[in-house]
């Protein structure tokens, strides 16, 4: 009985950092992708990602990204939310609806998610004032 527990706990060691490092093998590998601009394949290996790690903020972020150069405006949005939901203070995801809302018009949210950012701020704290001038000089027309 002891054996066959040391030898379940010796293959458990054995084979879970594999599986773990091919995990994150599939976000390295769309990262990889996505900066050469080869979206598609980027767009799959971030879903591979997702699926072995369901909390993969980045993949979610960068989903949004790809959906973005598709101009598919949803699911950039949907992405965007999820990133926000496993990650509350994610500067640019957070950003990144900021100025989603405000393209399409809706100023009430895209400040909302602004004021938001600049609660947070660490990274994004310029390109959060530019957008509240943006927000403002739009909301005037």
Known sequence: MKKSILKISILILFFAPNNLMSNTEFFEEGL?????????????????????????????????KIFK????????????NTVILINPKNEEAIY????LKLDSSDYKKSKEFNDRLMSLCNNFCEKSKKLKKEIEDLSKK
């Open 32 to 64: 990889t992708l996505f900066k050469n601009k080869k979206f598609n394949e980027a767009k799959f290996k971030f879903e591979q990602d997702i699926v072995f790690n369901p909390k993969s903020e980045m993949s979610y972020l960068y989903l949004s």
């Open 69 to 80: 150069s598709f101009e598919k405006k949803n699911l950039e949005e949907q992405n965007l």
């Open 96 to 99: 990144n609806l900021a100025k």
